[in-house]
Structure formats: C-alpha cells, structure tokens
C-alpha cells in the first residue's frame, strides 16, 4: 500500500494549494491504533490452514485431465473421432 493511492491522478495540476492542504490534513489512526489492529486481526485470522500435502500432484493432476478433454472435445468437433 503506498502513501498516494491514485499517484497517477493529481490534483496539483488544477490546484496545487487544495492537493497540499488535503494531503496533510488526511485522516491517519495513531500508531497505537495500526498495532492494536495488526494484531488483533493476526490473532483472529482464519487462517485457511496449510496448503494440501502434495498440492502440486493435484494441480498437474487437474490439469492434465483438463488439457485431454480439450483433446477429446477437438477431436469430436473436427470429427477425428
């Protein structure tokens, strides 16, 4: 996350006074509010768990099934087979 999230879109072009005053006047929680939340939200993270053992096998697995109906499916629509 940067500091300018539109970086591309300035103000400054039409009027740089208004640019400057909204950007220092921008709402920033207190420091101790950001960590009160970083570690409120690490605390209460879902956390998915981790990935399946041999997750790798399963995705060459899905894919190659899905690469030889491809396959199948040309072969039907070209009348191959």
Do not use: K
Not at 2 to 15: F, H, K, S, V, Y
Not at 19 to 24: G, T
Not at 26 to 40: D, I, K, T
Not at 56 to 73: F, H, N
Request: aromatic share 4%.
């Amino acid at each position: 996350m940067t500091d300018e999230p539109q970086a591309g879109r300035r103000l400054g072009a039409i009027d740089p006074e208004l640019e400057d005053r909204l950007i220092a006047e921008r709402p920033m929680p207190a420091a101790g509010f950001r960590g009160a939340l970083g570690r409120h939200l690490a605390a209460n993270d879902p956390g998915w768990g981790p990935r399946p053992e041999r997750l790798d096998y399963l995705v060459r697995g899905y894919l190659g099934v899905g690469a030889v109906l491809i396959v199948l499916g040309l072969s039907v629509a070209t009348g191959v087979l």
